[in-house]
């Protein structure tokens, strides 16, 4: 049972932080809202849209 409990508990953490739970969400104001914005993100850390 406690490995079962502590399965479901794995997933439900990880689900809610895939679906943007938990405490580590960005500010609103943070949050990238242009396709402009996303790009500039996208190279800053070595991406390059083509």
């Not at 953490?13 to 943007?20: H, S």
């Not at 580590?24 to 943070?30: F, K, L, T, V």
């Amino acid at each position: 049972m406690a490995h079962h409990l502590q399965t479901y508990e794995t997933f439900r953490l990880v689900v809610d932080e895939a679906l943007g739970g938990g405490e580590s969400r960005p500010a609103e104001s943070s949050a990238i809202q242009t396709f402009d914005e996303l790009a500039k993100a996208f190279s800053d850390i070595g991406g390059s849209l083509g």
